[in-house]
C-alpha cells in the first residue's frame, strides 16, 4: 500500500456519517488516492476480512455495534475537464465533495447538475444510487464511471447502460462488486440551467417548466428549497442530521394506484407505473414533523427525513423507521423501502 493511506483502529463511525449514528470500525484505512483505494480493497478481497468502502456518510445507517472489518474510507480529490464542443467532459475523482463540484460547474459554466445543488455526499456516491433531485438525476449527464471490479480485479470505465440506472438505483447499489474511482459527466457548456422540470422548482422560480434560468440563479432556488426543508447539513441544526429522504417515492402499477385516494399526488413512469409520494402518505397515515419521543424523530421540516436531535442510536432511528413503515402498510397497503443503505442493520 502507497504511504499516503493512513491506518487507525477501533475508531467510531458514527462521525463520519451525515446521522451521526454507529460504533466503532475493527480497522479504518484513509486512501487519499486512487492508487491507495485499489490497494486497499485488492489487500481487503485477499483475506477473509468483511470489508466496507466508505465515502461521505451521507446515505448510511451503520449499526450500534460498529463494523468488524476494515472500513476504507475514500478521500482521493481531483478534477479533470476536457473541451468538446459545446460540451465538456468533467472528470471528477470519487472523494471531492459533491456540493463542491456543482458550485465549481455553476461558476465555470457548465449545465446539467445545478439542481442537485446542496446535496451532501462525495461524487462517488452519485451513480450508486442514482442521485437525483427537483427534475434532475446524474444518469443524465454521466458518460463513464470508472470503477475497480472486485471480480476481475482490474479497473474499466462502465458506459451509463453498464450501470443500468433507474429511480434512485443502479448496478452498483446492493452489490459490491464495484468500487467507483471517478465519475465523468458530459455537460453542456452554458450560462444557462437545463429546462426546469419540478413544479416547485418551478413555482419558487416565478417561471414556467421548461424555462431554462440563469446557473446561479437555479443553484440559489434550489439550496433555498432545500434548507426550508432541512435538507442542508448545518452543524447546529438537527433537522439536518439525517440521510436525506429516509424512505423512497414507492413505484405501482396503475391498478393498485386507482384504489388510492385521489388527492395522493403520483406521477407517470416511462414503463406506465406510477410513482407516488411517500411524504404524503406518512403525513396522512398520522406521522406529521417532528413525530417521535427520545432523539429519533422525524424532521420538523419534512416528513421524509428521520433524524437524530443529539444522541440517538442507530436502533432508535431504525425503530422510528419500522413504526412508520409499518404504519403506511397498514393503512394504505403500500410498502416504503429504505433509500439509505443499512451497515450490519435490516429494516
Avoid at 225 to 237: A, H, I, P, S, Y
Avoid at 274 to 283: G, V
Avoid at 307 to 318: D, I, K
Wanted: charged share 25%; with cysteine.
Amino acid at each position: 500500500m502507497n504511504q499516503t493511506a493512513v491506518e487507525h483502529r477501533a475508531v467510531p463511525l458514527g462521525p463520519m456519517t451525515t446521522l451521526r449514528v454507529g460504533g466503532p470500525a475493527a480497522r479504518l484505512v484513509e486512501c487519499a488516492d486512487t492508487a491507495d483505494l485499489v490497494d486497499a480493497v485488492r489487500a481487503a478481497d485477499a483475506t477473509t476480512e468483511p470489508a466496507l468502502v466508505l465515502g461521505g456518510g451521507s446515505n448510511v445507517v451503520v449499526s450500534d455495534d460498529g463494523f468488524p472489518g476494515v472500513v476504507i474510507r475514500v478521500l482521493s480529490r481531483g478534477r479533470d475537464v476536457e473541451r468538446d464542443g459545446d460540451a465538456v467532459l468533467l472528470t471528477v475523482q470519487a472523494g471531492e465533495n459533491w456540493d463542491d463540484v456543482v458550485t465549481y460547474c455553476v461558476d465555470e459554466g457548465f449545465a446539467g447538475l445545478e439542481f442537485l445543488s446542496g446535496v451532501p455526499g462525495l461524487a462517488g456516491a452519485t451513480p450508486i444510487q442514482n442521485v437525483g433531485a427537483y427534475g434532475q438525476e446524474v444518469a443524465e449527464t454521466i458518460a463513464s464511471v470508472h470503477v475497480f471490479d472486485r471480480h476481475s480485479g482490474e479497473t474499466v470505465d462502465l458506459s451509463p447502460a453498464d450501470c443500468a440506472f433507474t429511480y434512485r438505483n443502479s448496478v452498483f447499489k446492493g452489490d459490491d462488486r464495484y468500487v467507483v474511482l471517478a465519475v465523468t459527466f458530459r455537460l453542456e457548456r452554458s450560462r444557462l440551467s437545463a429546462p426546469v422540470k419540478y413544479a416547485e422548482l418551478a413555482g419558487s422560480l416565478d417561471v414556467d417548466q421548461g424555462q431554462r434560468v440563469p446557473l446561479t440563479v437555479a443553484r440559489e432556488a434550489v439550496l433555498g428549497l432545500r434548507r426550508r426543508k432541512g435538507m442542508v447539513l448545518e452543524e447546529d441544526d438537527h433537522d439536518t442530521w439525517s440521510v436525506g429522504s429516509f424512505f423512497t417515492n414507492p413505484i405501482v402499477d396503475s391498478q393498485t394506484a386507482a384504489k388510492l385516494p385521489a388527492e395522493l399526488p403520483r406521477w407517470p413512469m416511462p414503463d406506465g407505473q406510477l410513482k407516488l409520494s411517500a411524504a404524503w402518505l406518512i403525513e396522512h397515515t398520522g406521522f406529521g414533523k417532528g413525530y417521535g419521543s427520545g432523539f429519533a424523530r422525524i424532521s420538523g421540516k419534512h416528513t421524509l427525513a428521520l433524524t437524530n436531535r443529539g444522541g440517538a442510536t442507530a436502533t432508535e432511528v431504525l425503530n422510528l423507521a419500522r413504526e412508520v413503515r409499518d404504519g403506511v402498510r397498514d393503512a394504505y397497503g403500500v410498502e416504503l423501502r429504505n433509500e439509505p443503505v443499512l451497515i450490519g442493520e435490516k429494516l
